[in-house]
């Protein structure tokens, strides 16, 4: 969860009337989306005829904002009213605490309150650029088969843990000597994040093996988009001419940088695309809905569903296509989350593209964070989504159309140098990975 964007977007049922911003967590195997989200003023006139201090009004405030955006209307089972009445009466208004006691009722992880300082630091992301090691963590599954630790979901080129050899897979045992085991998600993205400059030393299992690393924080640069013209050797003037465009996360730059990247390309004379979100975490929703709309020319790109079923349908006309005509492969892997999911299953239930990998990661549901009137803020789960074919890929992924060599390359430099190479994993393939 360490790394953290926002920009802007509205999802139903939230009142019309909320200003909001999106921003991306990554999480646990349930890596998410969120909408950065100022919350209105409490009508207190739906309030019990009480005295009402300064955290009474902050607690009606937590309380109203989860009635209106809260996934489950049954609220785990409770009269969310007679929780308000009650505690009201009863509860000691240490507003924070009384929050988080509320919150807890409903028995759901990614349902938190956020201090103020850990509200802010989701906004750090809306600068490009945050001060951390560059790792996206989540808690572990039965496939990972442990349950002690947090789980590395990505590691961002470049950054500090990258460099240091830390990949996707890989276990977090502990941070500066402090054990992980029951350790939640966002208090592990606290103790990554510091001062640039400042040292951090984590130990971390890669397989059955046990390291202890000792990293220095940077500011990590959200830099999303890389991109290269690969020339794959051919007959005269028929050499194909591969677009290669490295996708590592949606944030606010993400869709205008990926435009840019194919303005580029395309005055090369690229007849071929390859998209390649292997190891993207996730961004902004609204990023990814706009990526989408780049390579499609028409059709859903994602449902979104409460309870109840559809409550909103994301899709396009064509407006805004700028490359929906050149054959596409899309590469993924199990770090592919969220918002690299909602793009993979559009382009791949469209038959826009082909896609080479291996399942992804599997996040499925959706969370908004809304501010409150004191500077803290709440994430809320408030929907989960449907690739365009209906399917819910919570916890099961986006299934690929053809699996990769385990041996392919990850980078750009590398991928090129592989097309060129007449004896090279992607040689082996080639002719799947480019036909329309």
């Known amino acids: 969860m360490e790394l953290l964007t926002a920009s802007s977007a509205t999802f139903s049922p939230l ?18 989306t969120a909408m950065l989200v100022t919350s209105t003023t409490i009508a207190l006139s739906e309030t019990p005829s009480l005295a009402l201090s300064e955290e009474n009004r902050l607690f009606l405030e937590a309380w109203r904002t989860i009635d209106r955006a809260y996934v489950d209307k049954t609220f785990n089972g409770q009269s969310w009213f007679r929780y308000r009445e009650n505690a009201l009466r009863n509860e000691p208004m240490n507003t924070h605490l009384a929050i988080r006691k509320m919150l807890a009722t409903l028995d759901d992880p990614f349902t938190r309150f956020l201090e103020p300082e850990k509200f802010n630091s989701l906004r750090s992301g809306t600068q490009g650029a945050l001060t951390g090691v560059g790792l996206s963590i989540g808690y572990p599954t039965a496939s990972d088969g442990s349950s002690a630790g947090l789980v590395v979901i990505s590691s961002m080129p470049g950054g500090p843990a990258n460099r240091a050899g830390i990949l996707s897979g890989d276990v977090i045992l502990a941070i500066d000597d402090t054990s992980t085991e029951s350790m939640g998600i966002y208090d592990a993205a606290e103790r990554l994040q510091g001062p640039e400059g400042s040292p951090v ?25 890389k991109s290269r013209l690969c020339v794959v050797p051919g007959p005269g003037k028929s050499s194909p001419r591969i677009g290669y465009i490295k996708l590592t996360s949606f944030n606010q730059n993400a869709s205008g940088a ?33 990526i989408a709309k780049i390579w499609l020319d028409k059709g859903v790109i994602v449902y979104i569903c409460d309870s109840r079923g559809v409550r909103d349908i994301y899709d396009t006309d064509g ?9 596409l492969a899309v590469l993924v892997n199990k770090g592919t989350a969220s ?50 074919a209906h399917t819910d890929i919570d916890k099961v992924g986006v299934i690929p159309d053809h699996p990769l060599p385990k041996t392919f390359p990850k980078d750009e430099d590398g991928f090129c140098g592989c097309l060129q190479d007449s004896a090279s994993t992607c040689n082996m393939n080639g002719g799947q990975l480019f036909a329309r």
């Open 15 to 32: 009142p019309s009337n909320f200003p909001s911003f999106t921003f991306k967590a990554t999480i646990s195997k349930l890596v998410f």
């Open 201 to 225: 030393e984590l130990t971390v299992r890669s397989g059955a093996e046990i390291r202890h690393l000792a990293l220095t924080r940077e500011k990590v640069s959200l830099n999303p988009v």
């Open 258 to 290: 990926v435009r840019e990247a194919i303005d580029t390309l395309r005055s090369n004379s690229v007849n071929a695309f390859v998209l390649d979100l292997r190891d993207n975490s996730g961004g902004l929703f609204p990023e990814g809905i706009e």
């Open 319 to 327: 407006t805004d296509a700028l490359a929906a005509s050149e054959p």
């Open 339 to 388: 918002a690299s999911e909602i793009l993979a299953g559009a382009l791949k239930d469209n038959k826009r593209a082909v896609l080479f990998g291996e399942p992804t990661y599997g996040k499925g549901k959706i969370q908004s964070v809304f501010q409150l009137s004191d500077g803290s803020g709440l994430a809320v789960t408030v929907a989960r989504y449907e690739t365009p």
